[in-house]
């Protein structure tokens, strides 16, 4: 008992996948991150391409690992690095003194995740970057939003796509994961209301789809 409790209060995932799901994040993942380092060394020299790599490595793992949750959706991984790269050359471009650039980049572009509804934690290292990836990157100015940014961007989610559409279980975007098996008043908006409604009383960002909400509370009803 307080070994459970223990792994609880540590955040232990006490639920494992199997091994086929960890070789496809494994194989999609590695995949993902060698064609955005090319993008990367294309672009930019060594220096300047390695952060650049790390925050799309971390975005790998969301897309490939978990490829159904809220923060890994087209949407979030997108946009999340677009509005937080803006947002970070933006503060490195006119904020003269570098702690409090990076902090307000930071800060800034949490703010403007939440805002838009594009959380990718991943994006907080964009914006870190844009202000504190040296020279080469401050010489791109905001053409390091396009590129590698939004291209680096484009490509994971693509890969994503082609990769975990080719296993039923695994379609991305989360949306296109249906349950066939489910009863079609499982997707009323009334349902859809009284989850959104459920979820909004949390007052916190929840890292599970709403669809995926309903198809837990319909799998116990079937229990």
């Keep these: 008992m307080l070994l459970k409790h223990t792994l609880r209060w540590l955040g232990v995932e006490l639920v494992e996948v199997s091994p086929l799901e960890k070789g496809i994040a494994l194989i999609g993942g590695g995949l993902a991150v060698f064609l955005v380092t090319l993008f990367s060394l294309w672009i930019l020299p060594t220096e300047g391409a390695v952060p650049v790599i790390a925050s799309t490595g971390a975005s790998a793992v969301l897309l490939f690992a978990v490829p159904h949750g809220p923060l890994s959706q087209p949407w979030p991984v ?4 677009v509005v937080s790269a803006l947002i ?7 904020i003269g003194y570098a702690p409090l650039a990076v902090a307000c980049a930071v800060g800034l572009s949490i703010g403007a995740m939440l805002q838009l509804k594009c959380v990718h934690p991943p994006g907080g290292a964009t914006a870190f970057t844009a202000v504190m990836g040296g020279n080469a990157i401050h010489q791109l100015g905001f053409r390091f939003v396009l590129a590698p940014v939004l291209l680096n961007a484009v490509v994971m989610v693509l890969l994503a796509i082609v990769l975990n559409g080719a296993f039923r279980w695994r379609r991305y975007p989360a949306t296109l994961n249906r349950l066939k098996e489910l009863p079609v008043s499982v997707t009323s908006e009334q349902e859809h209301a009284q989850v959104l409604e459920a ?5 916190s960002f929840i890292d599970i789809t709403e669809d995926d909400l309903i ?9």
């Design 215 to 223: 198809r837990l509370a319909t799998l116990l009803k079937k229990q």
């Design 199 to 203: 979820i909004r009383s949390l007052d």
């Design 88 to 94: 970070g050359v933006a503060c490195g471009r006119y």
């Design 78 to 81: 997108v946009a999340g690095h």
